[in-house]
């Protein structure tokens, strides 16, 4: 079946604008993770949505990045007010609900801020 | 204290060796999950493997082969005859029970480089 995908594949914007990442889930996958990736660095953990259940915020590293998510479907971040060092690719996985179910990533957005 | 250190940022072999990955984690609970992904240079992270702390028996597959030992808190990744199409970076990951399993803790990647 269909992966994750992520809109778009490559966004360029100038410091101080707003964008938003969208995400869409691999059908039936409760839960959805976004992460950052600098470049040459692992994988920072940014947010996770399961279910009804109130998102794990714990890794968004600013309050100008938020992200929401309908049901279990389509999740969109934003980063409000664009900065140089936002410049990154942001990663969508998704997975079934359980303990420790396999992630399954998307493509990727690749992010540069001018 | 970094959760999970790979410390190699590099390796560069030639096709047909062997290599291995080394992967060195720390969590204070009893049962944690360890992964790992490959990263090609397209971006799309693969998964490979998923390993609970309860099973320490080694896994091949095909090329692959995993080794798990939590005496020494490692689970190092080996890859038999290495070929062209291997060339990436890959990435160990845990998964703690703090956190429900909920959140990946991702080292820092190895690149690995496989020339013909």
């Known amino acids: 079946g269909a992966g994750v995908s992520q809109s778009p594949s490559n966004k360029v914007t100038e410091k101080g604008k707003d964008v938003e990442l969208r995400c869409d889930p691999i059908s039936g996958h409760t839960a959805l993770y976004w992460y950052r990736q600098r470049l040459g660095q692992g994988l920072e953990f940014l947010i996770y949505f399961q279910g009804n259940s109130a998102p794990d915020k714990s890794g968004l590293p600013s309050d100008r990045f938020s992200a929401e998510r309908t049901g279990e479907s389509v999740s969109t971040l934003t980063i409000q007010r664009t900065q140089q060092e936002d410049s990154a690719v942001y990663l969508c996985?998704?997975?079934?609900?359980?303990?420790?179910?396999?992630?399954?990533f998307g493509p990727g957005t690749r992010l540069l801020v001018l | 204290a970094q959760k999970v250190t790979q410390a190699q940022t590099e390796i560069s072999v030639v096709e047909k060796e062997d290599v291995t990955l080394d992967c060195v984690y720390e969590t204070r609970d009893t049962t944690y999950y360890l992964f790992w992904y490959k990263q090609p240079p397209s971006g799309e992270l693969v998964f490979l493997i998923r390993?609970?702390?309860?099973?320490?028996q080694n896994e091949i597959s095909g090329r692959y082969s995993w080794n798990f030992q939590k005496s020494t808190s490692s689970f190092n990744f080996t890859i038999t005859a290495s070929q062209v199409v291997d060339s990436a970076v890959y990435f160990c990951a845990l998964s703690e029970a703090w956190s429900g399993y909920s959140t990946l803790t991702f080292g820092k990647g190895t690149m690995l480089l496989v020339s013909p």
């Open positions: 996985a998704s997975s079934l609900e359980g303990m420790a179910e396999t992630q399954y």
């Open positions: 390993r609970n702390s309860f099973d320490e």
